[in-house]
């Protein structure tokens, strides 16, 4: 039987889960590890606007975040890795058995190409010489064919550069991973050195496909909040993801009591959460009163994976127009929404300047029927200088007042 909730409870609900709403769930360097665990991964794109995908993730619920927290829990602490996931993704180091498909994969995919064997070698001989490299400084020279099999790396109709090639089949089947970074230059080194020797030798606890996309389920359900068994882009990446196996998976998180089914009034599917959250659920629906806050949210947030799911319980709808062409872009380039209180409310598009030090605010749009209060201002003001603060600027600039309704 399933639980039968409103839709501002279903908003109230993914808002606590997430740690957008109320007081902040997350703090600090410690903070931003548990997020990621409870999230699975965070999206990487190497996009820098007003920082990158994954740092924005961070910074909207993550309190006292800094970038170099990230960057030192990938590059100092060796907590998380970089990886596939949900496309390129950061997920953390204790999660890399369950990658072994991937890594396998890889493996049999170098068989495919000529050469992979004696450049394998050649690499690894310097990198236990040298240490951490980049495909500019490793000395190996001309061109090969190679794709990756696992991710967008590669060239699919030609030759690339044969030492970026073989560091990235490295990476893809895991003896290599990604040191450090410096903009978005990679740097490798042996995973053995940094990885230990149990994780390394751990099997894929998901032996069977079936358990292997079970685990992904409940892995997505928990980086959004909840998912429906329908077709969705936030089950991108999940290994061997089929329409009879997504039901028969969904159907058997159920029976084993792992996820529990929610009807929203207004929405004709049925919803799914882990059995785990239903404290959380238990929250949302206790009428309690929670500390408003206006957060911005990075266009590949967790939260927005799904985002049939975003306009059926918020009414919101969101296309990232990066890619669009700029005269056919509705809003910007590069705009994130805002949420203020249990609600989208508009978004804004911001760029940090970092010669100058400046955020600048270039436009905010808000949602039709959203009545711009001084207490709304007053936290879309602060958000702006929180993501300013980030991005080492010392200034914000709005390029436009944002107006309070009068009426």
Known sequence: MAIEITLKDMRRFMLLKQGLLGDYRFSGKDGALNYIRQAGCIQYDPIDVCGRNAELTLQSRVKRIRKQDLYDLLYKDHALVDYTDKELSIFPVEDWPYFERWRGTARRNADDFVGIPELAEKAIRYIKEQGAVSSDDLP????????????????????????????????????????????????????????????????????????????????????????????????????????????????????????????????????????????????????????????????????????????????FHYRWEIYVPRDKRKFGYYVLPMIYGDRFIGRAEAVADKEKHVLEVRNIWFEQNVRVTKAMVHAITGALKRLGRFNDCGEVVFLHTIQEDKK
């Open 140 to 315: 190996i020279e001309g061109r090969i064919k190679w794709n990756s099999a696992i991710h967008w790396s590669g060239n699919w109709h030609g030759d690339s550069k044969a030492a970026r090639s073989i560091l990235e089949q490295m990476y893809s089947d895991g003896r290599l991973i990604i040191h450090h970074k410096v903009g978005t230059r990679k740097y490798y080194d042996l995973t053995e050195r940094y990885i230990s020797e149990e994780i390394l030798n751990s099997d894929d606890p998901n032996q069977e496909l079936i358990d292997h996309i079970k685990w992904g389920i409940l892995r997505r359900i928990g980086a959004i909040g909840t998912l429906w068994n329908k077709r969705s882009d936030s089950l991108i990446g999940i290994w061997g993801m089929e329409t009879a196996l997504r039901r028969q998976a969904f159907h058997e998180l159920e029976e084993e009591g792992r996820i529990l089914p929610v009807k929203v009034s207004g929405v004709k599917d049925i919803f799914y959460i882990l059995a785990e959250d239903r404290k959380i659920l238990e929250k949302a629906l206790s009428g309690n009163k929670y500390k408003v806050r206006c957060e911005l949210i990075a266009p590949l947030d967790p939260l927005m994976w799904d985002r049939n799911i975003i306009e059926a319980v918020f009414g």
